[in-house]
């Protein structure tokens, strides 16, 4: 059994986590018990006992996505722009992320909120790109949100003399902070396009900009163009996090190398992504069957599950499941400082942990992932299946421990072709109190003639130690990101939703 050179002990860190997220004595005495498997691992894993302990949790109320009236989903009235003969059409919009202060609340830029979201054309697939839109602080309406347009101009890759984004095709999901001198930096994800002949495989690159934004009037926010457009890191060697030269000709492997996150810690800057594990870290391949951490619980069921998985369809692509949740310091002008080991990994698992989010709330570190039932490898879970997992530590370079025992913070299972069908929850903090705002997008691209995929309903999810609860009747206005926090549920997390 091999483990990579990051693994170290950790049990001190451990009790003290465990201790102060209120588990006491007794849950520590019931997670080291002599029958579980030990690992050394210096980072958490999704394991697959977890992942079968999840399958267990869901259905009950606080961990279930809120249900929500297909009758009343309206598109977001400004999401319009051209197709490709240049007539007018409602765009999709997914993936979207708020303007953010570094605490990861949202951000007041001249008494607007604004977002950041992936939208286009409903009937072309690449037409992927970032757009921004604003709304009077305050306002919570879906109409709104106004358009401000596209970030980028097409030629502005080509000005920024960056040898990756010369060959951007697609710009990916990102995040964006409010800097300490009031400028608009965005951080994205450049996607470039699959073209062998050429020697371009779809490398997904972190990547920033400083965004120019202006007010002409007291009713507009306008684009100026972009500044310090820039590439900052694409995987590099493959040892930390794998990349993409590494998953050519490897049938089945999802690569992933996106997302980026930025967050800032006792005066350093940093950028949480989804990417998948390196050589020496955890890599993927037929030698991750024989490793029992990967499978969690104790060896019973590492013995058992085993067995099951190497008679299962999903043996091939548990192999190379090598997802993780990776992490780099920046220097002050956002170029690569550091390289360090992953937070999160889940090999054995699923090869796609995504849209990275991590923020300090009440004195805690808070991280949460999103997941398809569809690409994780345990037969129990269903392709139907859409997950936030969370996880909280006393440190942003953890360990983390899984939020409700398992990681699970949010499920849904609908079919994937219901208008209310939502996906890349974002938890967003408020400032105060305990509830954060969970945003996601509703509706697949393409699936409906009049239904656009659009800002969900926003809703409130209460965070208290290492446990979380959906907040009962605490579903907002499509699109909303921010609450007054006196108006928190009291309700506790240990008591809600009970089934």
């Known amino acids: ?10 049990a001190t860190a451990t009790v003290a986590t465990t201790l102060l997220l209120g588990g006491g004595v007794q849950a520590f005495a019931e997670e080291n018990d002599a029958s579980d498997l030990k690992t050394d691992n210096a980072f958490t894993q999704i394991t697959r006992n977890d992942m079968l302990n999840i399958f267990k949790q869901q259905g009950k109320e606080k961990y279930e996505v809120p249900s929500f009236d297909a009758s009343t989903i309206k598109n977001i009235p400004s999401a319009m722009g051209r197709d490709s003969s240049g007539k007018l059409i409602d765009f999709d919009v997914w ?11 949202v951000a007041n830029y001249k008494g607007y909120n604004i977002v950041f979201g992936l939208a286009g054309d409903p009937k072309r697939g690449e037409d992927t790109f970032i757009y921004l839109f604003y709304q009077k602080a305050g306002n919570t309406s879906l109409s709104g949100w106004k358009k401000a347009g596209r970030v980028f101009k097409d030629n502005d890759k080509l000005l920024a003399n960056d040898p990756i984004l010369k060959n951007q095709s697609e710009e990916w999901s990102g995040s964006a902070t409010l800097t300490s001198d009031g400028q608009v930096r965005l951080f994205y994800t450049s996607r470039q396009p699959y073209d062998p002949n050429n020697n371009l495989y779809g490398k997904q690159t972190l990547s920033t900009a400083q965004i120019n934004v202006s007010q002409p009037d007291d009713k507009t926010l306008k684009i100026d163009g972009v500044e310090d457009l ?19 000709g490897v049938d089945m492997d999802n690569h992933t190398f996106r997302d980026p996150h930025y967050v800032e810690d006792q005066g350093h800057k940093y950028i949480i992504f989804e990417a998948n ?24 069921f590492f013995t058992e599950e085993q067995q ?30 550091n390289v360090m080991p992953p937070l999160i990994a889940s090999n054995l698992v699923t090869d796609e942990i995504e849209r990275a989010n991590v923020f300090k709330m009440n004195g805690l570190w808070y ?14 879970i269903g392709d139907d299946d859409i997950y936030m997992l969370g996880y909280v530590s006393t440190s942003l370079t953890g360990p983390y421990k899984p939020l409700n025992g398992t990681g699970l913070v949010l499920h849904q299972d609908l079919d994937r072709d219901d208008v209310t069908w939502t996906y890349a929850h974002f938890a967003i903090p408020q400032g105060k ?7 996601s997008y509703m509706t697949n691209r393409g699936l409906f003639p ?38 928190d549920k009291k309700e506790s997390p240990n008591e809600y939703g009970k089934k």
Not at 230 to 248: P, T
Not at 464 to 484: A, F, H, W
């Open 95 to 105: 993936d979207s992320w708020p303007l953010q202060n570094a605490d990861g609340t």
């Open 433 to 439: 109190g305990n509830n954060v705002v969970v945003s």
């Open 367 to 380: 991280l949460f992932t999103s997941t398809r039932g569809s690409k994780v490898t345990v037969d129990a």
């Open 450 to 487: 009049d239904h656009k995929s659009t800002f969900a309903p926003s809703f409130l999810l209460n965070i208290k130690g290492s446990k979380t609860s959906v907040v009962k009747n605490g579903i907002l206005e499509q699109g909303q990101i921010t609450v007054d926090p006196t108006n």
């Open 230 to 248: 820039k590439s900052i890191y694409d995987g590099g060697d493959g040892k930390i996090y794998q990349n993409v030269q590494q998953s050519v």
């Open 277 to 300: 594990t390196g050589t020496e870290t955890g890599y993927q391949g037929e030698d991750s069957i024989q490793n029992p951490a990967y499978y969690g619980g104790n060896k019973k």
């Open 308 to 337: 099951n998985l190497l008679q299962s369809p999903k043996k091939k692509g548990a192999e190379l499941a090598n997802g993780a949740l990776g992490i780099v310091e920046l220097n002050d002008d956002y170029t690569l400082k």
């Open 1 to 10: 059994m091999k483990f990579n050179k990051w693994f170290s002990k950790a």
